[in-house]
């Protein structure tokens, strides 16, 4: 859920006309390239680890644009290159010829990329799996952010079963309140 989520908030921000690079830095389980046609023989991986330049692993995708950097071949040692001075190097070249960049990250549970990347930029979104994502587990990770000083500017709660929750969650609970805010109103306010 998280990729699709990173994705489609990339091509959004393109279509809005926003110059956006989207960076695949999950070097453990890379989806970019397959999703948008690309090649994963080249991508974040080999930029981090030797002197190729940044344009040749930056490919625009069929979406006007939105540019992607593919994960590239996966590394043994995820965390160690994405700390890199390369990698600092790579948002700070980035910054300046796009208006938005999104990177696709590691879950954060238990893998400790998500943070490196989080203090290398000004903001993250959480992805909170419904139904599956333990209420703990998400305190803890908004704590652990927190203490490492990576800002949460959202959340987005994915795979909601609608169906489900039409007559016992959410639906239940937003007809009752918008039902009684509409029905406490003196007619002449009603729209």
Do not use: W
């Amino acid at each position: 859920g998280k990729s699709f989520i990173a994705h489609n908030i990339a091509v959004s921000l393109a279509q809005d006309g926003n110059r956006t690079l989207l960076i695949d830095a999950d070097l453990r389980k890379p989806v970019a390239h397959r999703v948008f046609g690309m090649e994963n023989l080249s991508g974040l991986s080999n930029f981090l680890t030797s002197e190729i330049t940044l344009d040749s692993v930056i490919r625009q995708s069929f979406i006007e644009n939105l540019s992607v950097i593919v994960a590239g071949p996966v590394s043994p040692n995820p965390a160690e290159i994405l700390a890199s001075k390369r990698m600092t190097q790579l948002l700070e070249t980035a910054r300046q010829r796009f208006d938005r960049i999104i990177i696709d990250t590691t879950p954060l549970t238990g893998i400790g990329d998500p943070l490196v990347l989080g203090t290398l930029t000004t903001h993250i979104i959480m992805v909170i799996h419904a139904a599956k994502t333990p209420a703990d587990l998400i305190q803890k990770s908004k704590e652990i952010l927190e203490k490492s000083g990576i800002r949460i500017i959202g959340c987005v709660l994915n795979s909601v079963d609608l169906e489900k929750e039409r007559y016992g969650g959410y639906y239940k609970f937003y007809y009752k309140t918008y039902g009684g805010y509409y029905a406490t109103q003196r007619p002449e306010e009603k729209p």
